[in-house]
Protein backbone atom coordinates (compact mmCIF):
# COMPACT_ATOMS: atom_id res chain seq x y z
CA UNK A 1 0.00 0.00 0.00
CA UNK A 2 1.28 3.58 -0.81
CA UNK A 3 1.61 6.10 1.88
CA UNK A 4 1.49 9.70 1.99
CA UNK A 5 4.37 11.90 1.56
CA UNK A 6 5.06 14.38 4.47
CA UNK A 7 5.99 17.54 3.59
CA UNK A 8 6.48 19.73 6.61
CA UNK A 9 3.84 18.51 8.05
CA UNK A 10 1.49 18.41 5.03
CA UNK A 11 0.55 15.36 3.89
CA UNK A 12 0.01 14.92 -0.03
CA UNK A 13 -1.76 12.26 -1.48
CA UNK A 14 1.24 10.01 -3.36
CA UNK A 15 -1.43 9.10 -6.15
CA UNK A 16 -2.13 12.96 -6.12
CA UNK A 17 2.20 13.20 -7.02
CA UNK A 18 1.74 10.22 -9.70
CA UNK A 19 -1.02 12.00 -11.41
CA UNK A 20 1.25 15.28 -11.37
CA UNK A 21 3.94 13.25 -12.61
CA UNK A 22 1.96 12.03 -15.31
CA UNK A 23 1.21 15.15 -16.07
CA UNK A 24 4.22 16.71 -16.77
CA UNK A 25 5.32 13.52 -18.56
CA UNK A 26 2.60 14.08 -20.63
CA UNK A 27 3.44 17.81 -21.03
CA UNK A 28 6.71 17.10 -22.60
CA UNK A 29 5.47 14.20 -24.71
CA UNK A 30 3.13 16.13 -26.76
CA UNK A 31 5.51 18.64 -27.20
CA UNK A 32 7.60 15.69 -28.98
CA UNK A 33 4.57 13.94 -30.42
CA UNK A 34 3.62 17.40 -32.00
CA UNK A 35 7.65 18.33 -33.15
CA UNK A 36 7.15 14.91 -35.05
CA UNK A 37 4.55 15.52 -36.51
CA UNK A 38 2.76 12.40 -35.47
CA UNK A 39 -0.47 14.58 -34.40
CA UNK A 40 -1.31 14.58 -38.03
CA UNK A 41 -1.88 11.31 -37.79
CA UNK A 42 -4.47 10.74 -34.68
CA UNK A 43 -8.47 11.41 -35.57
CA UNK A 44 -8.95 13.18 -32.07
CA UNK A 45 -6.07 14.64 -30.76
CA UNK A 46 -7.81 15.51 -27.23
CA UNK A 47 -8.81 11.85 -27.07
CA UNK A 48 -5.56 10.64 -27.33
CA UNK A 49 -4.07 12.65 -25.10
CA UNK A 50 -6.91 11.47 -22.60
CA UNK A 51 -5.84 8.17 -23.16
CA UNK A 52 -2.11 8.83 -23.17
CA UNK A 53 -1.90 10.45 -19.78
CA UNK A 54 -4.45 7.36 -18.11
CA UNK A 55 -1.60 4.99 -20.14
CA UNK A 56 1.50 6.92 -18.29
CA UNK A 57 -0.60 7.39 -14.68
CA UNK A 58 -1.34 3.54 -14.68
CA UNK A 59 2.45 3.20 -15.55
CA UNK A 60 3.43 5.22 -13.02
CA UNK A 61 1.07 3.68 -10.23
CA UNK A 62 2.62 0.00 -11.21
CA UNK A 63 5.99 1.38 -10.79
CA UNK A 64 5.24 3.35 -7.60
CA UNK A 65 4.00 0.06 -6.32
CA UNK A 66 6.48 -2.73 -7.55
CA UNK A 67 6.52 -5.17 -9.57
CA UNK A 68 3.80 -7.90 -9.16
CA UNK A 69 5.21 -11.00 -8.50
Given at each position: MMQEI??????I???GVLALAA????????RLLHAV???RLV???PLF??????CLLGALVMLARGVPR
Open positions: DLHGVFPTFFMALAALRGFYWHPNLALYT
